[in-house]
């Protein structure tokens, strides 16, 4: 009688406890450390396994890849880059192309090129949003939207953290990056989710057409001493390459790499994110 009893307690107690798997979407219960970058890998600028060690020598946790080439071009030997990264690196991937081009041949796939994510952190949803963009494969008299601009929804230790990464316009005119930051902060919304934004965003940190998006997140490098200029890899005068965060997030450390395994240098930045009410 006593058995059957406390089973019966034991099961009412099971039934009442929350689901153990269940994510939350405001921050995280106790404090996670998570390791970001971001590198421009100039379609792999002749040597993929040299980013590839790059990263893998940095140890991040959740990686932002721009100018990655999928089946592309002769330059990178028509591979799919963000593949062959993620599989020498074991992790997950999603890449979110800016163009895709018909096969240089029959049967081939097609010729894609864009940015990518590489995570170490089950990926929950993906999308590939648009801005507007002036092509740099064809002539086009004014911007029109073109995908390229990546989301995803990552399973951090149990908590939901959104992913964004991004490229934006070269170009010295700011009109088009202008109108990129207007639609990147319609796509962002509310930020109760915790939030990063990486990528390289082409301006400097006091460029007029960014401060709407610098005055919404956080720039991880912004209490630093140093400039740190990510561009050019061989001699770096200006910083255009970001990781931006959420309140959710407190920087613990971030640096410039000196590498010149591409023509930018990448950036890494160590977060701890806590729960915010």
Do not use: K
Request: net charge negative.
């Amino acid at each position: 009688m006593r058995l059957t009893f406390a089973v019966a307690v034991l099961s009412a107690l099971i039934s009442c406890s929350p689901p153990a798997a269940q994510l939350q979407d405001g921050g995280a219960s106790q404090p996670i450390e998570l390791r970001v970058m971001t590198f421009n890998i100039r379609a792999g600028n002749g040597d993929l396994d040299g980013i590839a060690r790059v990263i893998r020598d940095a140890a991040p946790d959740i990686v932002g890849l721009q100018e990655v080439d999928v089946h592309f071009s002769s330059r990178s030997g028509f591979v799919d880059q963000a593949s062959t990264l993620a599989g020498a690196l074991e992790m997950e991937v999603r890449f979110a192309h800016i163009y895709e081009l018909e096969p240089d041949s029959a049967g081939r796939p097609p010729r894609r090129y864009g940015v990518a994510m590489l995570s170490r952190y089950p990926v929950l949803e993906f999308r590939n949003h648009e801005l507007h963009r002036l092509s740099t494969v064809e002539e086009e008299p004014a911007p029109r939207p073109r995908t390229g601009f990546l989301e995803a929804i990552l399973d951090v230790e149990g908590t939901r953290v959104r992913f964004f990464n991004t490229h934006l316009d070269y170009r010295p005119d700011p009109a088009l990056r202008t109108t990129q930051v207007e639609e990147t902060l319609a796509i962002l919304g509310e930020t109760r989710m915790p939030t990063l934004l990486i990528g390289d965003l082409n301006a400097r940190p006091d460029a007029a057409e960014l401060q709407p998006l610098l005055a919404f997140l956080h720039d991880a490098w912004r209490d630093q001493p140093a400039p740190g200029h990510t561009f050019p890899s061989d001699a770096p005068d200006r910083r255009i390459d970001y990781i931006l965060h959420s309140d959710h997030f407190e920087v613990q450390r971030v640096e410039v790499l000196e590498t010149t395994a591409s023509d930018h240098r990448p950036v890494v930045a160590d977060l701890v994110m806590t729960h915010v009410e």
